[in-house]
């Protein structure tokens, strides 16, 4: 049965060519994108209580050695 090691990647929202730059580079040393989410910033103020994307995460996975 395979062991697997885990990382994530975080990134900010106006550096996704960095993001899919290191993506590519992590893919060619062997890990797999399994999942990825975004992180939310809140803005509260007088007419505004929404939310708007500050970064991504990405979980990445590999079979240990």
Known sequence: MPKWEYRTLT???N???KFIDRLNTLG???WE???TFTI???S???FDSGSET???VAVLKREKE
């Open 11 to 13: 990134v900010n929202r």
């Open 15 to 17: 550096e996704t060519n």
């Open 33 to 35: 994108l399994i999942s």
């Open 44 to 46: 509260v103020g007088l």
């Open 54 to 56: 500050s970064g991504i």
């Open 40 to 42: 939310e910033s809140k």
């Open 28 to 30: 060619e040393e062997g």
